[in-house]
């Protein structure tokens, strides 16, 4: 864990920031994941316990995957639609889980948020600005920065919903704890793990699943083309961006894969995740160099994904820029020469 007198610190100036305000606005990334959720619900939970401070939790997209659902509905994490409220109502922004610039949450390019805490790579120029920023790259979840919060905040417990939801967060972020983990990622699963609600963590890691969730996986199996130790899944038009991630983790499973790849369109945008298990992937940048000029993308060492809006008017908008990426990306990872066959 970080040094405790640092995370006073941090604290110390969180207060200065949110201390007689009214409502703070806590924004995740677009479709959050466990981690942003989880980041965001602690951060609720610790801006009302430690100052009384109310606060609303948004964000852009929806929530996708099973698990997550189940997360939000188990544990009662509130959450609303970027698209329903007013962000100058708020004075306070808080961005958890991602940062101003990054494309993928729904803070407009004209407010500059006042807090941000984050442990994704590249470090925006916009997040340095921020009067709070907290951004670990070193971590492997923002759940384990909000966790130290909480430990040294000296509050007399942390509520039990709390704590599930921050040790799932760091669970499926580091993929338990065996991706890109950290002993302050240990530390934090362990100062949380006497607190957690197993009955109900069992019941978010084992949701009932929708008919569409297995034609999803028939699709990716389906559509998946392989070269050695590539493998990409083009889906098509999908129902859940989220699901993506999920795919490209199945994908990479297969015995002597190092890098997968999904894409698919949504609501007018073509999505991607991918997934390497080299463990200086540098997928993060890979997925920058596919974007540049095209969208937004970003990532870690082991995953990353991204987005591309496409032209509404060109029905063809589709196919090149998936090809783009795809090209893009087998250049990145030094496979121009990839030959897909079926599975
Ligand atoms: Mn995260």
């Known amino acids: ?37 989880a980041s965001a619900f602690a951060l609720k939970y610790l801006l009302h316990a430690k100052w009384k401070v109310g606060s609303l939790i948004a964000f852009g997209g929806i929530i996708g995957r099973a698990e997550n659902a189940t997360m939000a509905r188990l544990l009662k994490i509130e959450t609303k639609n970027a698209g329903e409220i007013n962000i100058r109502d708020f004075s306070v922004v808080a961005l958890v889980d991602t940062q101003p610039g990054t494309g993928n949450n729904a803070l407009p390019r004209s407010i500059d948020p006042e807090i941000v805490i984050d442990h994704h790579v590249p470090i925006y120029s916009r997040t340095l600005k921020a009067p709070f920023h907290d951004i670990r790259t070193d971590y492997g979840s923002t759940s384990s920065i909000l966790t130290e919060y909480l430990k040294d905040a000296g509050l007399h417990h942390i509520d039990r919903k709390v704590a599930t939801a921050l040790l799932y967060g760091i669970k499926s972020d580091t993929r338990d704890l065996g991706r890109e983990t950290t002993p302050q990622d240990m530390a934090a699963y362990l100062y949380l793990y006497p607190q957690v609600l197993f009955k109900i963590l069992s019941r978010i890691e084992h949701p009932k699943v929708s008919r ?37 983790d199945f994908l990479v499973r297969l015995e002597g894969v190092k890098w997968s790849l999904c894409l ?19 997928a993060g940048f890979i997925a920058r160099k596919m974007v540049q000029g095209l969208g937004s993308g970003g990532g870690h060492n082991m995953t990353a994904g991204g987005k591309v809006d496409l032209d509404p008017k060109d029905e063809g908008s589709y196919k090149t820029k998936a090809d783009m990426l795809v090209s893009r990306f087998l250049k990145e990872i030094k496979r121009t020469d990839f030959k897909g066959e079926k599975l």
């Open 1 to 37: 864990m970080n040094a405790d007198n640092e995370n006073k610190a941090f604290l110390e100036k969180l207060e200065q920031i949110v201390r007689r305000k009214r409502k703070v606005l806590i924004l995740t990334h677009d479709n959050p994941d466990p981690d942003a959720l």
């Open 212 to 248: 569409c969730y297995f034609k999803t996986f028939e699709l990716t199996i389906n559509r998946a083309v392989i070269d050695k130790e590539v493998v990409i899944s083009d889906l098509g038009s999908i129902r859940k961006p989220d699901s993506l991630a999920e795919m490209a």
């Open 264 to 282: 698919g369109e949504f609501r007018g945008s073509i999505y991607f995740s991918f997934r390497t298990t080299k463990r200086q992937g540098y």
